[in-house]
C-alpha cells in the first residue's frame, strides 16, 4: 500500500523548519481523509472516532516533537502519525504496513506535541489505542512483553521488596495509614522500577515526609502495560492498585502519577514535588559540594509536565537547597521515554545526546529527576561520558540537604 503521509515530505523540516511557526504545507489529511467533507469513512473502531477526529492538521505539534527533530519527515510528527492512525482506522493500510510498525514504535509517546495542540488532541491517548491494536499479541516487542509478565507477578515484587528491604524503610508497612496535611492519609507508592533499582527514593519520602505510610502488597500500578499496548490491562492494575492504597497516592515516578491519576481522578494521585508544594511544605539545609553550595538543574518527566501539568515545583524546590540552574530543553524527552531506551538504543541515544551536550556547558554538580526511568537513563549515560555531574532523584537531593544532623547535607559522590 501506499504510504498516505508521502504527499506532505515536501513539507520535511529543514533547519529553518523548527524555529518559527508550523510548518505551512498541509499533511494528507484533507477533506475526504479526515471523515469531512466526501462523506466519512467506515471506521473499523480502533480508534476514538472523537479523538482521531479532533486533529486539524495545522502542524503547530511539529516543532514540539523530537523524533520529528530527529528525522525531518512528516511520518515521524504527531501531525504524520495521526494520519496514519487514520489510514489505519479506514483500513487505508493495515496493520502489517511497515510504515505503521515503524511508527508506533518510534513514538517516544512523550506528550510534548499534546501541550501545543491548539485543538486540543489527546494524542497519548491515540497512541495508546494504535499500539493496543497494533503491538496485540505476538507484534507486541518480546522485552515489553517480558517485562510486563514481571511486572504483573506480585510475588515477584513481593520478592523484591524482601531483598531490597530498605526499600520500606525497615518500618513496620502495615502500619495504621497517618494523615497528610490535608487530614487525608497518604500512602506512598513504591513504583516497579523503584523499588527494585533505587530502594533509597522510598527511604528518602519517608524521611521528608514522615507522615506518610508504606501500604503493603503493592503492585504494579498499569502504567508499563498501558504504554505498550495493553490499556486494558493497565487500567485493571491501575484500580487495583488504587483499592490498596488508602487516600491520597504520593508517587516519586512521573509516569506512573499521570497513569494513576488518569484512572484513579487527579485528586486522588499528587506527585512528592506537587504535595510538597501544595502547603507551601520546605525543605531544610542546603546541599554543598566542596564547601560550596551546589548547582544543579532539572530534566522534567515528560508526563508529569505535558501529562499533569507539574513543571514549577520540583524547580522550586531544588532551588531552596541549592543553585537552581535551567538546563535548556529541560522539558525535552530524555530518550528513556518508559522501555523506549530498551527497545530503541540508538534512538534512545540520539534523542539524549543534544541534552548531555548542554549539560557539559552549564557547569552543574547534579542533575535531578523526578521519575525512576529517566533517573536510569541519565546515571546510565553520564556514566559512560565520564562526566562529573550526577544524576540523582529529587526525593533524595532534598534529603541529601536536610542531611544527617544539622540541616547541611554534602553532595555525595556515592549517589
Ligand atoms: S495534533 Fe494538534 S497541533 Fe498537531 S496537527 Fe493536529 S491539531 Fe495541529
Ligand atoms: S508523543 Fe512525543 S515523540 Fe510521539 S508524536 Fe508526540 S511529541 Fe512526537
Known amino acids: 500500500m501506499t504510504d498516505p503521509t508521502n504527499d506532505h515530505r515536501t513539507a520535511q523540516a529543514g533547519p529553518g523548519h523548527t524555529g518559527g511557526g508550523p510548518p505551512a504545507a498541509r499533511p494528507a489529511t484533507g477533506p475526504e481523509q479526515n471523515g469531512h467533507g466526501a462523506g466519512p469513512e467506515p471506521g473499523r473502531g480502533i480508534f476514538d472516532k ?8 495545522c502542524g503547530f505539534c511539529l516543532p514540539a516533537c523530537p523524533t520529528y527533530a530527529l528525522t525531518g519527515e512528516e511520518t515521524s510528527s504527531p501531525r504524520g502519525r495521526i494520519t496514519l492512525m487514520r489510514a489505519l482506522e479506514t483500513g487505508r493500510l493495515d496493520e502489517d504496513d511497515p510504515t505503521l510498525a515503524e511508527e508506533s514504535s518510534f513514538c517516544l509517546g512523550c506528550r510534548a ?20 491494536h497494533q503491538w496485540r499479541g505476538r507484534h507486541r516487542p518480546w522485552l515489553a512483553r517480558l517485562l510486563m509478565a514481571l511486572v504483573s507477578r506480585p510475588w515477584l515484587l513481593r520478592l523484591q521488596g524482601l531483598v531490597r528491604r530498605h526499600a520500606r524503610g525497615g518500618g513496620s508497612p502495615a502500619a495504621k495509614p497517618e494523615t497528610g496535611p490535608a487530614d487525608q492519609p497518604v500512602s506512598l507508592m513504591l513504583g516497579c522500577v523503584e523499588r527494585g533499582l533505587y ?19 503493592q503492585g504494579c500500578c498499569g502504567a508499563l502495560h498501558a504504554h505498550n499496548g495493553d490499556s486494558r490491562t493497565g487500567a485493571e492494575l491501575a484500580e487495583a492498585l488504587g483499592e490498596r492504597l488508602p487516600g491520597t497516592v504520593l508517587t516519586t515516578a512521573g509516569g506512573c502519577a499521570a497513569h494513576l491519576a488518569h484512572h484513579l481522578g487527579r485528586d486522588r494521585v499528587e506527585e512528592l514535588s ?20 551546589a548547582r544543579a538543574t532539572l530534566q522534567d518527566s515528560c508526563h508529569l509536565r505535558n501529562g499533569l501539568g507539574v513543571s514549577r515545583p520540583p524547580r522550586d524546590l531544588i532551588a531552596e537547597v541549592a543553585d537552581f540552574v535551567e538546563l535548556p530543553g529541560a522539558d525535552r524527552c530524555c530518550g528513556a521515554a518508559g522501555t523506549y531506551s530498551m527497545l530503541r538504543p540508538s534512538d534512545s541515544r540520539a534523542v539524549l545526546d543534544p541534552k548531555l551536550e548542554d549539560l557539559d556547558r552549564l557547569d552543574v554538580d547534579f ?16 556514566r559512560r561520558r565520564r562526566s562529573r555531574v550526577r544524576a540523582v532523584h529529587l526525593a533524595e537531593f532534598l534529603a541529601m540537604a536536610s542531611g544527617p544532623g544539622t540541616g547541611g547535607g554534602t553532595g555525595s559522590r556515592e549517589l
Open 50 to 57: 472523537d479523538l482521531l477526529d479532533r486533529c486539524i492538521s
Open 113 to 132: 506535541c499534546e501541550t501545543v495542540c491548539p485543538a486540543g488532541v489527546e494524542y497519548g491517548l491515540l497512541l495508546e489505542q494504535w499500539r493496543d
Open 199 to 217: 530502594p533509597k527514593v522510598s527511604r528518602a519520602v519517608q524521611q521528608l515526609c514522615p507522615e506518610v505510610t508504606v501500604p503493603p502488597g
Open 274 to 293: 506537587e504535595y510538597l508544594d501544595r502547603d507551601g511544605r520546605r525543605p531544610t539545609g542546603q546541599v554543598t559540594v566542596d564547601g560550596r553550595r
Open 367 to 382: 542533575i535531578v529527576a523526578v521519575n525512576p526511568g529517566c533517573l536510569r537513563q541519565l546515571q546510565q549515560s553520564l
